[in-house]
């Protein structure tokens, strides 16, 4: 980012601070509409940053991520898809230290979903077979969950080559976890995704519950966190060549959702409750902010999203963290965007 962009963006930045410690939460979407940072009544966009895009640490390539999870002392974990696991600076986001992912026979992992278990371990989701694995801080495998055979890639099971285990969190608590797949399994409807849940035991973690979402048309589902009251923000995300990229943040509630564990193909069927969602923003309509693209896009602000954080709440507002995969593209970017979330 050139420096008039960078001194631009966080005076703004600054000023839309100003505005919501003076105005306090009753009026923040008005200030958020008088600073130009409104995506839509729910979701404002604060800045955006692209001080990692194309470096290195350690020789290790700083890229490809796809997964983001906060820690308890303010740090970032992020995990790419080429087998790395970052650890980062909650401020500044420099990387502070890498460890290496493979399989248990030292092969790569193509990695997509994470989450920081209570105890300090590593959840990590793979969507190759696919797995979620545990592992320590280095990143060694300490075990790793069961996954119901449907959900596993054909001809294993009915999962569409990479197109399952992109999404994974923790429900408020600490005894859930969550995996979405990215795609509809075949004999599915298009569009209609399985999130699969696992309860913790004495052991480690048991299969759970499982539910149905509805992307919407031509968009799979890369990421999905849990919000305090125990429901879900669900990026949705697609690609058009010579377009760009489409990416959409929802409120989704399973609590009513009809476990759809036992259901082997979700067509047709009426006495199935579909997860709730409600649509919070979609990002092409956020302020660019002085962002620009290396392809076309329908706001230069937008990329390949993958990753999402919640970091933090402020004025009733939850602090969200995305950042974008550049795939080790010269035409992508990795590119980080602090967003504020009203639920």
Avoid at 7 to 29: E, I, K, S
Avoid at 116 to 128: A, N, V
Avoid at 143 to 151: F, G, I, M, Q, Y
């Amino acid at each position: 980012m050139r420096l008039k962009t960078l001194l631009a963006t966080v005076t703004a930045g600054l000023a839309a601070a100003a505005c919501l410690t003076a105005a306090g939460p009753a009026t923040a979407r008005q200030a958020d509409a008088r600073t130009g940072h409104a995506c839509s009544p729910s979701v404002a966009v604060d800045r955006f940053s692209d001080a990692l895009d194309k470096t290195t640490y350690e020789g290790a390539f700083v890229g490809n991520l796809s997964a983001l999870a906060a820690g308890r002392d303010g740090s970032l974990t992020a995990v790419s898809d080429r087998s790395a696991l970052f650890r980062l600076d909650g401020r500044t986001l420099r990387p502070t230290g890498v460890a290496r992912l493979a399989d248990e026979r030292g092969g790569a992992l193509d990695s997509e979903g994470l989450v920081i278990d209570r105890d300090g371990t590593l959840l990590i989701s793979s969507e190759t077979e696919p797995a979620i694995r545990r592992h320590g801080a280095d990143g060694t495998i300490l075990d790793r969950l069961p996954v119901p055979s449907a959900l596993r890639v054909a001809p294993a099971g009915r999962a569409v080559s990479n197109g399952t285990f992109e999404g994974l969190t923790l429900l408020p608590g600490g005894r859930t976890l969550l995996a979405a797949m990215e795609y509809a399994l075949a004999g599915d409807s298009a569009g209609i995704v399985r999130f699969q849940t696992w309860n913790r035991t004495r052991g480690g973690f048991a299969l759970g519950a499982q539910y149905a979402y509805r992307a919407d048309a031509g968009l799979g589902v890369p990421e999905v966190t849990a919000t305090p009251d125990g429901r879900l923000l669900v990026l949705e995300r697609g690609f058009t060549s010579g377009v760009g990229n489409t990416v959409r943040l929802y409120l989704a509630d399973p609590r009513h959702a009809t476990d759809t564990g036992g259901v082997e193909n979700l067509t047709g069927h009426s006495g199935v409750r579909l997860i709730r969602k409600t649509l919070l923003a979609d990002l092409a309509a956020c302020p660019s902010l002085g962002a620009t693209a290396k392809q076309p896009q329908p706001n230069p602000l937008l990329d390949n999203i993958e990753g999402m954080a919640v970091t933090g709440r402020e004025r009733g507002r939850l602090k969200v963290l995305l950042v974008s995969d550049d795939n080790q593209s010269a035409t992508q970017t990795t590119r980080f965007y602090f967003l504020r979330v009203r639920t």
